[in-house]
């Protein structure tokens, strides 16, 4: 009988470090409720002590999920520990999870404190987390640099403190994956105590082997890996939930234990976490990419006819693809609505959300003939969007002719008063953008425009994702309509929005 490996997802925290990723409470809590239907472990719901919003955010997620255990971050300090302690409170399972620096570079440059320091820092905030719970989860930050020796004294003194899981974290992407994989199997046959604690791995994708090296810590006595929806995170991204669990299971004629994740749920929470973020998965992405499944070369596709497992080593039913079907139409009611959402894990924080989100559903049944599941998930979005914004679009007019200068006139409310104002330039996305400037008081730099389909045809929801640098600040705005002109100045103005609200975050690593 296979071991269990816990899956700890870090989308709502780490993923979320990602520049311009930042998430609402209220869309951390319809992604933590997808994970949870998922049947993921550990949700690490933020960094309580980061910002007001953070703190609300993991207190929010733990007094919603009730089946997996969630998780607060927590430097190795007292008003760190306190803050986590009180955001994770009501749920049903809490755990704080809790680090300091162990690599000679970053004690010395970043935290200047001496090994002793380090160590005693680390015992107390473990003895101060096991005030508020006795799952606490201890991380030696940069371990993957650090000096074995040394993390073997910490990790002991850590496990007797009081930590329950020891999390190696290969905080920069640096290794390879037989060094990292010997690395855990030392530590594991090395310290005292370690059966006392499961060990868990985290690492970055900066070499683009951060599944390689998770697989490896797991094969080498790693009983928990930390990832993210989509392999999402800060630089080249984290360890990707859908590859590890998806390896494991294809491959269990190499790893002798698996995971409880319910992988048909990992489509749809791969496009929740894309919409939500704006973030778009690549074609090629594995497991979750558009071209995952498809199979291109003739041989290829007789091969698949004549028999599927000559060229597929997975079904694609089995992560989410194909389960997708039409789900309602124009004649569907506002319960049918409504229960289908449930089933999608989207829940309305009011009647009048509700409302609003079914006006918009029956807006679009009357433009797009077939509604799917991804349809409403970017409808749900663009509710929440709307809901939190000082800048709205009212009216937007283009005017394009071949060989001419494109004519946009656009009509927005900035706290609730109207302005218009028109622009003529070589592009009719260019014009409308250009048009909504006028009227604002900022000038950011556009350092990424995209367009995708929601689902297939003509007729498909077209998604936007705009991405601005303002002072410093980088934000993604989203924007979907049956219209791309009309998705492009959604997405800009929700972008905009995001730059005109100034929120204070504390970064983990500071």
Known sequence: MSEKLIIFDTTLRDGEQSPGASMTKDEKVR??????????????????????????????????????????????????????????????????HTFIATSDIHMKMKLKMTPDEVVAQAIHSVKRATKYTNDIEFSPED???????????????????????????????????????????????????SDKAIFSAHCHNDLGLAVSNSLSAALNGARQIECTINGLGERAGNTSLEEVVMAIRTRQDVFNFDTNINAEHILAASRLVSSITGFVVQPNKAIVGANAFAHEAGIHQDGVLKHRETYEIMRAEDVGWNA????????????????????????????????????????????????FDEDLQALVTETQIEATEVIRLLSLKVCTETGEENTAEVSISINGEEKSASAKTSGAVDATFHAILSMVNIEPTLQLYSVTNVTQGTDALGEVNVRLEHEGKIVNGQGVDTDIITSSAKAYIHALNKVMVHVERAHPQV
């Not at 409720?33 to 309580?48: Q, S, T």
């Not at 910002?51 to 997996?68: C, I, L, Q, T």
């Not at 000096?147 to 073997?152: E, Q, R």
């Open 324 to 371: 997708n079907k039409l789900v309602l139409g124009k004649h569907s009611g506002r319960n049918a609505f409504k229960a289908r959402l449930d089933e999608l894990g989207v829940e309305f924080d009011s009647e009048a959300t509700l409302n609003d989100a079914f006006a918009r559903f029956k807006d679009l049944a009357d433009k797009k003939h077939d509604i």
């Open 31 to 96: 992604i933590a409720r997808i994970l949870e239907k998922m049947r993921v472990d550990v949700i690490e719901a933020g960094f309580a002590i980061a910002s007001p919003g953070d703190f609300e955010a993991v207190k929010a997620v733990a007094e919603a999920v009730k089946d997996s255990t969630v998780c607060s971050l927590a430097r190795a300090l007292e008003k760190d520990i306190d803050r986590a302690g009180e955001a994770i409170k009501n749920a049903n399972s809490g755990r704080i």
């Open 143 to 193: 371990a993957g640099r650090s000096d074995i020796d040394f993390l073997c004294r910490i990790i002991e003194a850590a496990i007797n403190a009081g930590a329950t899981t020891i999390n190696i974290p290969d905080t920069v992407g640096y290794n390879i994956p037989h060094q990292f994989g010997e690395t855990m199997r030392q530590l594991i046959e090395r310290i005292p105590n």
